[in-house]
């Protein structure tokens, strides 16, 4: 009787400790979650499976839960993701998550002639890419990159307005004459005298200015933009050896542009001024496009940050990241606001145990005009509409055929009113 206590008595401890180590993520749940991971993805590998990163497990969520009806920012809201069976989607969905409209974006029939890309970096098999950067036009055309690989134009049918064969990738900003900034990349495979230590190969990152029909009208290069601002230091910041300075590869990592407009005050930023982010240097800088002169730039604030936008004419906000490798509160991604005027911090939202949020890499952010954020926590396939008092309001799963799998969720916008159900049936009907 002593003995079955005993054991009894253990079993009971280890099962508490291991319900508590699950929910407050101590030792051993984030162990054995890496394990469970590791084990996933060598099993995929044996089965030939080597590029399954867009789908993560649902773990029993729903499609769409409101917590919060009578909150939520009304109108459409546009889902860039990856969909069933590795194909790629931009969605319009409402509340309901309904699906108004979609467009499916095969690489293979929209550009099967890619002569523009080596042989190989061409995707062969489904996915082969995904999307990074969307911008729904007033027409009804989707702008949209397919990642590292080109810019696409189709109409609200599905049809190619235009293809702009260039290496663009992770945003898309509209500037007030109605032209494209996206961002691109220049691979040089040999050295370059002008820059001492960048060992080839590695990648310049490129502002590419694109008139509405894919026409390149600017270019403005990372390395020449920090060199000739006196910036030397944040170029050789990816280096880690004491004696050694090299740099190569993707130094820089430019993942979004946006531009300042003109129905924000003007302060610290200007109309017109574009704001970089440069994820692998933990910078983001503001610059004037014509001068190519940096007035602001914050550095090492945030950890591989995405989509810096601007608030008002002194202050941005910062997808951050926090890609550090750890547990519990490392975990956790935030939305920042930086000051430009003092370069001050202040943590607007952060994942937490009551409400997770994190993602790895990639993610967005909106600010809406009722107050609410909203989130895409994009290696979670989710997205959040959080309010001013941190509350979740309304919340959408990129849930794939109703199983329990989530595909990764690129992007996500809550449309103007502009473009509703009709707008989109007459968009429809117009390119039929």
Request: proline content about 4%; hydrophobic content about 40%; glycine content about 8%.
């Given at each position: 009787?002593?003995?079955?206590?005993?054991?009894?008595?253990?079993?009971?401890?280890?099962?508490?400790?291991?319900?508590?180590?699950?929910?407050?993520?101590?030792?051993?749940?984030?162990?054995?979650?890496?394990?469970?991971?590791?084990?996933?993805?060598?099993?995929?590998?044996?089965?030939?499976?080597?590029n399954t990163w867009y789908y993560v497990e649902a773990n029993n969520r729903q499609l769409v839960t409101e917590h919060k009806p009578n909150a939520v920012q009304l109108g459409l809201t546009m889902?860039?993701?990856?969909?069933?069976?590795?194909?790629?989607?931009?969605?319009?969905?409402?509340?309901?998550?309904?699906?108004?409209?979609?467009?499916?974006?095969?690489?293979?029939?929209?550009?099967?002639?890619?002569?523009?890309?080596?042989?190989?970096?061409?995707?062969?098999?489904?996915?082969?890419?995904?999307?990074?950067?969307?911008?729904?036009?007033?027409?009804?055309?989707?702008?949209?990159?397919?990642?590292?690989?080109?810019?696409?134009?189709?109409?609200?049918?599905?049809?190619?307005?235009?293809?702009?064969?260039?290496?663009?990738?992770?945003?898309?900003?509209?500037?007030?004459?109605?032209?494209?900034?996206?961002?691109?990349?220049?691979?040089?495979?040999?050295?370059?005298?002008?820059?001492?230590?960048?060992?080839?190969?590695?990648?310049?990152?490129?502002?590419?200015?694109?008139?509405?029909?894919?026409?390149?009208?600017?270019?403005?290069?990372?390395?020449?933009?920090?060199?000739?601002?006196?910036y030397r230091g944040l170029m050789y910041l990816s280096t880690i050896k004491s004696r050694d300075t090299r740099v190569s590869g993707d130094i820089y990592h430019l993942n979004d542009i946006e531009?300042?407009?003109?129905?924000?005050?003007?302060?610290?930023?200007?109309?017109?001024?574009?704001?970089?982010?440069?994820?692998?240097?933990?910078?983001?800088?503001?610059?004037?496009?014509?001068?190519?002169?940096?007035?602001?730039?914050?550095?090492?604030?945030?950890?591989?940050?995405?989509?810096?936008?601007?608030?008002?004419?002194?202050?941005?906000?910062?997808?951050?990241?926090?890609?550090?490798?750890?547990?519990?509160?490392?975990?956790?991604?935030?939305?920042?606001?930086?000051?430009?005027?003092?370069?001050?911090?202040?943590?607007?939202?952060?994942?937490?145990?009551?409400?997770?949020?994190?993602?790895?890499?990639?993610?967005?952010?909106?600010?809406?005009?009722?107050?609410?954020?909203?989130?895409?926590?994009?290696?979670?396939?989710r997205v959040l509409e959080i309010s001013p008092q941190k509350e979740l309001v309304w919340e959408y799963n990129n849930l794939i055929s109703q199983t329990d799998t989530v595909g990764i969720v690129?992007?996500?916008?809550?449309?103007?009113?502009?473009?509703?159900?009709?707008?989109?049936?007459?968009?429809?009907?117009?390119?039929?």
């Open positions: 009787m002593s003995r079955f206590t005993f054991y009894s008595s253990l079993l009971i401890i280890f099962f508490t400790y291991g319900m508590a180590a699950q929910k407050y993520q101590i030792f051993p749940a984030p162990l054995i979650h890496s394990l469970v991971v590791n084990a996933k993805l060598g099993l995929n590998n044996l089965r030939g499976d080597t889902i860039t993701g990856i969909g069933a069976d590795r194909s790629l989607v931009i969605k319009v969905v409402d509340f309901a998550g309904q699906v108004i409209h979609q467009w499916d974006l095969d690489w293979h029939k929209i550009w099967p002639d890619a002569t523009h890309l080596d042989a190989n970096v061409v995707p062969q098999g489904k996915p082969g890419t995904h999307i990074h950067g969307s911008r729904l036009m007033s027409n009804g055309d989707i702008v949209f990159n397919f990642e590292n690989l080109g810019l696409v134009r189709l109409d609200a049918c599905g049809n190619t307005v235009f293809r702009a064969p260039y290496f663009t990738h992770h945003s898309i900003d509209l500037d007030e004459q109605g032209n494209f900034w996206v961002p691109g990349q220049t691979n040089h495979k040999q050295a370059l005298p002008q820059y001492p230590n960048y060992v080839a190969p590695f990648k310049d990152d490129i502002l590419l200015k694109l008139s509405d029909k894919g026409e390149v009208l600017q270019q403005i290069s990372i390395m020449s933009l920090l060199k000739d601002n006196g531009i300042f407009p003109s129905s924000l005050a003007e302060g610290v930023f200007k109309h017109g001024d574009l704001m970089v982010s440069l994820r692998n240097i933990n910078t983001v800088l503001v610059l004037n496009p014509d001068t190519l002169n940096i007035h602001f730039l914050t550095t090492g604030k945030f950890v591989r940050q995405h989509d810096p936008d601007f608030i008002d004419g002194n202050t941005i906000s910062v997808y951050d990241n926090n890609h550090i490798a750890g547990s519990g509160q490392y975990n956790n991604s935030k939305i920042v606001k930086i000051s430009a005027l003092d370069n001050s911090l202040t943590d607007y939202f952060s994942g937490s145990q009551a409400l997770p949020f994190y993602s790895s890499i990639m993610g967005k952010h909106q600010w809406l005009k009722n107050g609410n954020l909203l989130v895409a926590e994009s290696m979670n396939g690129e992007g996500a916008e809550r449309l103007a009113p502009f473009f509703d159900t009709e707008f989109f049936s007459r968009s429809t009907a117009a390119c039929q």
